[in-house]
């Protein structure tokens, strides 16, 4: 409903941004901490976020339920190397003289966020990690920040743990959320 009440501002945008498009070169990269363009759809997705700043609509989850005995600080490590090599997951999305553009942030090591549901009754511990991972899904991204990866993992007990991604779509989709729980 708000999108439709915007719709003349939403083609001159399109239009004028067709015009405009190459003031920042797209390549897919953004080395050494210059702007790059936006793809068509990150551009798309960028702009309905300026219409809905604090929207959770295009967040992407996947939770991985994990067996087993679990090595955090190997799982920690995992997910920092991820970071350095996929600068998606640290891209900064800003307006620059009036264009959208983004600038990949330095690969910093983050801890792993930790919930201990282990005092739980087996019943409890489900119903929480099922909130837990519907809460992460809700909360929205800061485009410009360059924290485009959150992971939580949820300790159900010392051999059983679920693990929760969740990314923007503007850096991601399905087909890449499942190379990165590969990962």
Not at 1 to 10: F, N, S, T, Y
Not at 26 to 37: E, I, N, R, V, W
Not at 95 to 121: F, Y
């Amino acid at each position: 409903r708000q999108i439709a009440g915007c719709k003349a501002e939403l083609l001159v945008h399109l239009r004028d941004g067709a015009v405009a498009s190459n003031r920042y070169p797209f390549s897919g990269s953004a080395a050494d901490d210059q702007p790059s363009a936006l793809s068509f759809t990150q551009e798309r997705l960028w702009f309905m976020e300026q219409l809905q700043p604090e929207s959770a609509l295009y967040n992407l989850c996947r939770a991985v339920r994990i067996h087993g005995l679990l090595r955090v600080s190997a799982l920690e490590s995992s997910l920092n190397e991820i970071r350095r090599r996929h600068e998606s997951l640290r891209m900064k999305f800003l307006e620059i003289d009036g264009r959208p553009c983004q600038i990949a942030s330095p690969a910093e090591d983050r801890t792993l966020t930790i919930v201990d549901l282990r005092g739980l009754s087996e019943a409890q511990r489900e119903t929480e990690a099922s909130r837990l991972v519907r809460a992460e899904v809700r909360r929205p991204f800061v485009l410009a920040r360059g924290e485009n990866l959150r992971v939580c993992l949820l300790r159900l007990s010392d051999a059983e743990h679920i693990l929760a991604l969740t990314t923007h779509h503007i850096v991601a989709d399905a087909w890449s959320m499942g190379i990165l729980t590969g990962e």
